[in-house]
Nanobody
């Protein structure tokens, strides 16, 4: 039974920072690539970032490059998304997702999903 639980969302002013956490249980994170996705009201879900299980290689959507950083701590079975210089257009529900694959890109089909965490960027 795979579970992913996001935390760390909230309300922040433009230019501020948040760190999202994705805690995994029921499986060992070592063998899974992890992605972060977001969905704003009325919009399709979009890939934000992912980190490959085998190599730790990361990739990012163009809209967040230079501002967001994905990382993993396998000992804690947790993946993080550090979000800096937040913009109003970053407002969305953020989801983490897992797939047993050594490699990921933002179009990878992830099979397990968390419930999401709200991030609101507003003054």
């Amino acid at each position: 039974q795979l579970q992913l639980v996001e935390s760390g969302g909230g309300l922040v002013q433009p230019g501020g920072s948040l760190r999202l956490s994705c805690a995994a249980s029921g499986f060992t994170l070592d063998y899974y690539s992890i992605g972060w996705f977001r969905q704003a009201p009325g919009k399709e879900r979009e890939g934000v970032s992912c980190i490959s299980s085998r190599s730790g290689i990361t990739n990012y959507a163009d809209s967040v490059k230079g501002r967001f950083t994905i990382s993993r701590d396998n000992a804690k079975n947790t993946v993080y998304l550090q979000m800096n210089d937040l913009k109003p257009e970053d407002t969305a529900v953020y989801y983490c997702a897992a797939e047993r694959s050594p490699f990921c890109v933002l179009t990878t089909r992830f099979g397990s999903w968390g419930q999401g965490a709200q991030v609101t960027v507003s003054s």
